[in-house]
C-alpha cells in the first residue's frame, strides 16, 4: 500500500498463533489473511474491541445512524475485478486506530493531519458481526468527539502516530496493552487490526517482523491496504502493541479492465512499515 493498502476457521491466539493481519495502504503476501470481527476467535475479538475508525461527523447521526451510501462498495470506488474478497462491502470511513489509553486514541500522523478534528467521529465497533450483514448504525455510546490532539508527528519514511483525545471519558473499552521495554525482534508473529479501504473492520495475521533495526519503524509483511493506517499491529504471542501502520507496498494492478489486489510471495515486495510504540510512550500516562 502507499499512503498519499468467507469464513475461515477460528484462530486462538496463543504462543506463536498464525493470524490474520491488516495496515495502511498495502498489498497481500502469500495467503489472504484478512478476516472479518465474527469470523475470529474470542481473544482476537476483545482486541479488536479497542479498536476505531474516523468518520466525518455529519455522516453520523444522533442516534448512531450511519448517513453512508451502502451501494458505495469496496469494489465500485476502486473498480476492482468482480472475484476481489470484500467486493461489496461498504466503504465509508477513514484510517484507523485504537485506544490507547483512557480517553486516548492512536493513530497515524498522516490521518490526523488530513482531518478536522473538530468535525470527526471516533467511532468503534464499525465491523461485520455476522455474516453477510453490514452495518449501518452504531450504538451512540460507541461514538465520541475528537476533543483535540495530543501528540502529532509525520516524517516522510520515518515515524508517523498521532494521538487524539475523546471529548469524553471511554469507559466501555478497555485500553490495549503496550510494548514498553521499547524492543522488538525480528521474526515476532504479529497482527494487525483496521480498515482497508474504510470498510468494516478486518484482523489480519500470517505475518512476521521482516526488519526491526530502523529505530523509529519496522518491516513487516501484513495484509493490508489504503486506510489500514493508524492500526494497531499486535504481537501474537504476548498480545501487546508493537505500532501503528503506516506505509506500505501498492495496493493494486490492472488486470483485464479491472483492478486486482497485489499478491506478493510472503517474503516478497516492499513489505509494510510500523512506527514503533516506544515513539508515543513519552505523551501517554504509565499504567496503574
Known amino acids: ?21 491488516a495496515a495502511g495502504s498495502r498489498t497481500i503476501y502469500g495467503a489472504d489473511d484478512r478476516m472479518d470481527f465474527f469470523a475470529v476467535s474470542p481473544e482476537l475479538q476483545k482486541l479488536a474491541d479497542s479498536t476505531v ?49 483512557p480517553g486516548i486514541v492512536m493513530t497515524a500522523g498522516h490521518c490526523s493531519m488530513h482531518f478536522d478534528c473538530a ?54 473499552h478497555v485500553p490495549l496493552r503496550l510494548n514498553r521495554t521499547g524492543r522488538i525482534e525480528a521474526g515476532a508473529v504479529v497482527v494487525a487490526m483496521g480498515h482497508p479501504y474504510g470498510i468494516p473492520l478486518k484482523i489480519a495475521g500470517g505475518a512476521t517482523v521482516r526488519d526491526a533495526s530502523h529505530p523509529d519503524f519496522f518491516v513487516t509483511d501484513t495484509d493490508t491496504y489504503i486506510s489500514n493506517s493508524g492500526s494497531a499491529v499486535f504481537n501474537a ?5 508493537e505500532g501503528i501502520l503506516v506505509r506500505g507496498d501498492n495496493d493494486f494492478v490492472w488486470q483485464n479492465g479491472c483492478n486486482v489486489s497485489l499478491v506478493n510471495p510472503q517474503n516478497g515486495g516492499r513489505g509494510e512499515d510500523v512506527t514503533k510504540v516506544a515513539l508515543v510512550l513519552p505523551f501517554l500516562p504509565k499504567p496503574q
Open 53 to 101: 475508525t474516523f468518520f466525518p461527523a455529519s455522516q453520523v447521526g444522533p442516534d448512531g445512524a450511519l448517513n453512508i451510501d451502502l451501494t458505495e462498495t469496496f469494489g465500485k470506488n476502486r473498480n476492482l475485478c468482480a472475484t476481489e474478497r470484500f467486493y461489496s462491502q461498504p466503504s465509508a470511513s477513514m484510517c484507523s486506530g485504537a485506544l490507547v489509553a
Open 237 to 241: 504471542e504476548t498480545h501487546l502493541v
Open 119 to 172: 468535525k470527526t467521529k471516533i467511532v468503534f465497533g464499525y465491523a461485520v458481526r455476522e455474516a453477510g450483514v453490514m452495518p449501518s448504525r452504531i450504538p451512540p455510546e460507541e461514538i465520541y468527539g475528537c476533543a483535540g490532539i495530543i501528540a502529532e508527528e509525520f516524517k516522510e519514511g520515518s515515524a508517523d502516530y498521532a494521538l487524539l483525545k475523546t471529548d469524553r471519558p471511554v469507559t466501555n
Open 1 to 21: 500500500m502507499k499512503f498519499i493498502k468467507l469464513v475461515l476457521p477460528l484462530i486462538s491466539l496463543g504462543a506463536a498463533i498464525a493470524v490474520p493481519c
